[in-house]
């Protein structure tokens, strides 16, 4: 179940507004090239912004998000042609033969923080 946030078109619309210049995300195309992965499933991909610059650096990526209306945020980016978006949760997870999941996720503890959780996929 997505988080009601995310769910709203009109919030998740203004999601990426408040986002700054996202540096953050040169951090994360450095954690998925270090292992040279080609193929990433970008688990709990929100509006899409680490999945389009990794796409963009030429990985095969696939974002997943329960949040129908950050999907469609995010399919509205420049780029997000070259990203496979699917609704639904890590469970809905497609065997997709990919090198590491990526999932950004807010520290609970630390609001607007951020941390990663970069693994290969079991199985």
Do not use: N
């Amino acid at each position: 179940m997505p988080d009601a946030i995310f769910a709203d078109p009109r919030l998740a619309a203004l999601h990426g507004v408040f986002d700054g210049d996202r540096v953050d995300l040169d951090a994360y195309t450095a954690l998925v090239a270090e292992p040279g992965a080609r193929r990433v499933l970008d688990v709990g991909c929100g509006t899409g912004s680490p999945a389009v610059r990794l796409a963009g650096a030429g990985i095969e990526v696939v974002g997943l998000d329960p949040a129908g209306a950050s999907l469609d945020v995010a399919r509205g980016k420049a780029g997000a042609d070259r990203v496979r978006w699917l609704l639904g949760g890590a469970a809905d997870a497609p065997a997709l033969g990919v090198d590491p999941v990526l999932d950004v996720r807010q520290a609970p503890d630390r609001p607007g923080r951020e941390f990663v959780v970069l693994a290969e996929r079991a199985g």
